[in-house]
């Protein structure tokens, strides 16, 4: 029996405070289950539309809109999980509910790695499956909700069993993936270098930390990081005026083998490259750090600490990267003008870089005043909004004279 207590069958009932009709979808390769669970499901809240195979229900899914999906795991070509998966690629909040016979716990955990709202074992009671899809609905429009709010205000937030939709998403972003760069200027205001910032066409991927997140989540912090080499050394490449570029680097980016590769893109520029590791991520976790680093600088990088005076690991990662360059996070910048504590921190620790043959860079420069108090503290480079926002690679004459303009 696949389905229990038919027979005491009553309308399910509406989900509270909707009276809106819900729309559900039917999969299972067994007509006879198929037709038993379509009198149990439907009423007057809930319109049931039932097909056989997950070739069916992948077709009518790309022109009609369900509020849920019912599917039995074991069917021949598309199976249950399959289905799940292929659906997760473009939607990743409709609920679907996951339903077998044959129960297995590789099963199991596939269903809630790529997001089913239910795993349920065969027999079920009407009760609990009219329940349950009363239940998915809601959380359906909830979800659907929640993301239009993700869209709308670039959260870049997932939610658990998005697993298919972000592999999808990111695949989108590295594909689209481009690098915009922001001028770091002398006091005078002559350009310096330039930092690259990655940014993404990928709607639901709107900003690094989202293209970061969406990696980490899916341990491919290594594609976006030699996808992000790639472009600078092919930027940098094309244009032989080009000045010094600082190039992020994340912590797991250390443990990538082609990271070191004299034959690799940024290898052969590496001379006029410089890597930022940031101080948010301690490197303790990276087996060998020094040893890395004189590698990467047997290749020709130079090596900066990035947002310096915003993390925890500051002395530790000094003493193991010995960076030519230290960049003061933009907490210790913003509104340094009217703050006499930070401009004894920020004074304190430009002399103590200095004491240590390392230059100091200040971010997230916004107003005149902070740039005059960090010129008469003795910081060698400035970075931030007043000189230039993130954009295009420029030649160096342009570059030059757009941040001498914007100072």
Not at 40 to 67: H, K, N, P, W, Y
Not at 155 to 169: L, M, P, T
Not at 295 to 316: M, N, P, W, Y
Request: aromatic share 4%; charged share 25%; proline share 4%.
């Amino acid at each position: 029996m696949i389905v229990k207590d038919l027979e005491k069958g009553s309308e399910a009932s509406p989900t509270d405070g909707d009276n809106a009709v819900a729309n559900v979808l039917l999969v299972d390769d067994d007509l006879k289950v198929l037709a038993m669970l379509e009198r149990a499901l439907a009423s007057t809240t809930i319109r049931v539309t039932t097909v056989s195979t997950g070739t069916e229900a992948l077709s009518l899914l790309q022109v009609q809109t369900f509020d849920v999906v019912v599917s039995d795991i074991q069917m021949p070509g598309i199976s249950g999980l399959k289905l799940l998966r292929a659906v997760r690629e473009y939607d990743l909040d409709l609920p679907i509910v996951l339903m077998t016979g044959q129960p297995n716990l590789n099963g199991a955990a596939m269903a809630v790695e790529y997001g089913a709202l239910q795993y349920l074992i065969k027999p079920v009671s009407i009760e609990k499956l009219r329940a349950i899809v009363a239940r998915a609905v809601g959380f359906g429009r909830i979800a659907r909700l929640k993301r239009q709010c993700a869209t709308e205000y670039g959260s870049g937030c997932f939610y658990v069993g998005d697993r298919a939709g972000i592999e999808a998403k990111l695949d989108r972003a590295l594909q689209s993936l481009w690098m915009a760069y922001q001028p770091i200027v002398c006091a005078d205001g002559a350009v310096f270098a330039h930092e690259a910032f990655l940014r993404s066409d990928e709607a639901m991927l709107p900003h690094p930390g989202a293209v970061l997140k969406a990696a980490e989540r899916l341990r491919r912090i290594p594609d976006v990081g030699r996808a992000v080499r790639d472009l600078v050394a092919a930027d940098v490449g094309a244009r032989p005026d080009a000045s010094l570029v600082f190039v992020n680097l994340h912590t797991e980016d250390l443990l990538d083998p082609l990271l070191y590769l004299p034959s690799a893109p940024l290898s052969r520029i590496a001379h006029k490259i410089v890597l930022e590791l940031t101080d948010r991520a301690p490197v303790d976790d990276v087996k060998d750090v020094a040893v890395r680093i004189r590698r990467l600088r047997e290749l020709g990088f130079r090596v900066a600490i990035d947002d310096l005076g915003a993390g925890q690991a500051g002395l530790a990662t000094l003493s193991q990267l010995e960076p030519e360059f230290v960049k003061l996070d933009i907490s210790l910048i913003r509104d340094i003008h009217r703050d006499s504590t930070k401009q004894k921190i920020v004074l304190s620790l430009i002399q103590v870089c200095h004491a240590m043959d390392k230059a100091v860079i200040a971010e997230g420069v916004e107003r005149e005043e902070e740039r005059s108090v960090l010129v008469a503290a003795g910081c060698d480079f400035l970075q931030g909004f007043l000189f230039g926002r993130p954009g295009p690679f420029l030649g160096a004459e342009a570059r030059d004279l757009a941040a001498r303009g914007a100072a």
